[in-house]
């Protein structure tokens, strides 16, 4: 984005930022000109004829004193013209594209990588039967059994929305300001604002997923990661951050969408384009460094050096903005500098983006002295309801302990020269051992036998009882009647 602001640059940097237009889907084709051309003068536009033009008039690209997009002076000495490019146009221009056609140029290199994406995932839902036949054993854990391709979908345009937001955001703004003719104007409507329906629609959705899922999880990592709908359709938004910042999906959607106004709206004038981005950038790199939340202290080391940059790019823009009236000399040093630490800082990204893509192919199985973990959203799940059936068994367990009271209750009428005590044997062989109270944190242990067989169900210790416990606890054990050690009865 640095390139397309109205600033003046030295050659070195220029060219720099030139290198980069790529990823605003800025391309030169002759085909491309071609179309854009002709859909701009068929909807009532005005095509721009610089490259046609080149031979009668005089193009510069640098100049300070240039107030206008295009600035047409007095005609010079050899009967041509003079025009001044800086901008976007410059851009454009560098790029082999007419200024007319750079929204157009961007608006349709972006549809076709947006079909390419569509076209790869709907080759791998029909390919995904075949992968799994050949390499079964392998890919088992890659790919689940049953894949939500309505939610994958989904996932994948918001994706696409996210990839184009940047450039849209300053294209389709700029587009509003150049009104190159009445369709390109509503086409960057249009695409400006679906995009920002489809984000805005998902941060949203995340929003209100996690409120309505905190309450009952207790916690925000459960919503967010381990909810596979949730993960698919809008994880792309906020699967790099860390579950307590998750939030940062909105700064991070406004900081885009103020950038790419103030590159758009103050092409003409490049000293106050440069003072509010000076503003801006220090502000993100301040709620970044603060907030820092990215999943890991690498990913947010790297978001922090990442907004430094970015802030030194516009003190830099600043003072080729010559608002200091510097001397020549101590620009071209800057511009040197320029070119240096961001080429620095994209040498080591790229660096550590060849090593994870290594690592990532030549992965292969694990270490046999490993042990290998899988997905484990449904034990996670199933250990979360066993939690809650433990919670909710004392409830449950009331019931018996009555029944329990009440068959000690019919022993004693039976039996009267026995004391009442925590071992109970009927006739028919059921042996009920109260020896200690019952509790949700324990199991229930059934042995069985054959003649007199003994069904002994035990608990461990368990919280108080809102029910009164016949058996007193704190009394030393002593022999029943039966043999059988047990404990007295409350007095």
């Not at 889907?25 to 033009?53: K, M, P, V, Y």
């Not at 000690?408 to 004391?419: C, D, T």
């Not at 044997?425 to 059921?430: C, E, F, I, Q, Y």
Request: glycine share 6%; charged share 15%.
């Amino acid at each position: 984005m640095a390139g397309l602001t109205a600033v003046e640059f030295k050659p070195l940097v220029q060219n720099w930022t030139q290198d980069f237009q790529w990823t605003m889907s800025i391309a030169h084709a002759d085909f491309l000109n071609t179309i854009t051309t002709w859909f701009q003068r068929a909807t009532g536009g005005t095509a721009a004829n610089l490259f046609s033009e080149a031979g009668d008039i005089s193009v510069g690209l640098l100049k300070r004193s240039a107030e206008m997009l295009v600035k047409r002076s007095e005609p010079t000495t050899d009967g041509g013209s003079e025009v001044l490019l800086y901008g976007i146009i410059r851009m454009g221009y560098v790029a082999g594209i007419e200024s007319t056609n750079i929204f157009m140029t961007g608006y349709l290199v972006f549809y076709f990588i947006a079909i390419a994406m569509l076209l790869a995932t709907m080759a791998l839902k029909f390919g995904l039967p075949a992968i799994l036949k050949t390499n079964r054993a392998k890919s088992r854990h890659t790919f689940g059994a049953q894949v939500d391709w309505q939610n994958f979908m989904r996932g994948n345009l918001c994706r696409i929305a996210y990839l184009g937001y940047p450039q849209f955001c300053v294209f389709s703004m700029w587009e509003l300001y150049r009104r190159d003719s009445a369709a390109e104007v509503v086409l960057a409507i249009t695409i400006w604002l679906i995009m920002t329906i489809i984000l805005g629609s998902s941060t949203f959705r995340v929003f209100q997923h996690v409120r309505s899922s905190k309450g009952l999880s207790g916690t925000l990592t459960y919503p967010l990661y381990f909810d596979p709908a949730c993960l698919t359709k809008w994880g792309c938004l906020y699967v790099h951050y860390k579950a307590e910042a998750y939030y940062f999906i909105v700064p991070l959607l406004v900081y885009t969408i103020v950038k790419g106004m103030i590159i758009a709206f103050a092409q003409h004038s490049a000293m106050a384009q440069a003072i509010v981005l000076l503003i801006f950038e220090a502000g993100f790199l301040a709620s970044t460094a603060i907030i820092r939340p990215y999943m890991d202290k690498k990913s947010n080391t790297f978001a922090i050096t990442a907004a430094a940059i970015n802030f030194v790019n516009a003190i830099f823009m600043l003072v080729f903005s010559d608002i200091f009236n510097q001397p020549d000399l101590m620009t071209g040093i800057m511009g040197v500098l320029f070119f240096l630490y961001n080429a620095i800082f994209t040498l080591i990204l790229t660096v550590f983006l060849l090593i994870g893509l290594f690592y990532a192919v030549q992965l292969k199985e694990p270490n046999p002295g490993s042990q290998r973990f899988y997905d484990n959203r449904a034990s996670y799940q199933s250990t979360k309801g066993l939690i809650e059936m433990e919670n909710r068994q004392p409830d449950e367990l009331l019931a018996l302990q009555e029944v329990v009271a009440t068959a000690e209750e019919y022993h004693q009428q039976q039996r009267p020269y026995s004391p009442l005590g925590s071992s109970v044997k009927s006739n028919s062989g059921l042996h009920l051992d109260l020896s200690n109270n019952m509790s949700s944190e324990s199991r229930w242990n059934i042995d069985h036998g054959h003649d007199g067989s003994i069904y002994n169900v035990r608990h461990s210790a368990a919280p108080a009882s809102p029910f009164e416990d016949p058996i007193e606890p704190t009394l030393p054990l002593i022999p029943s009647s039966s043999g059988i050690p047990g404990r007295r009865v409350k007095e």
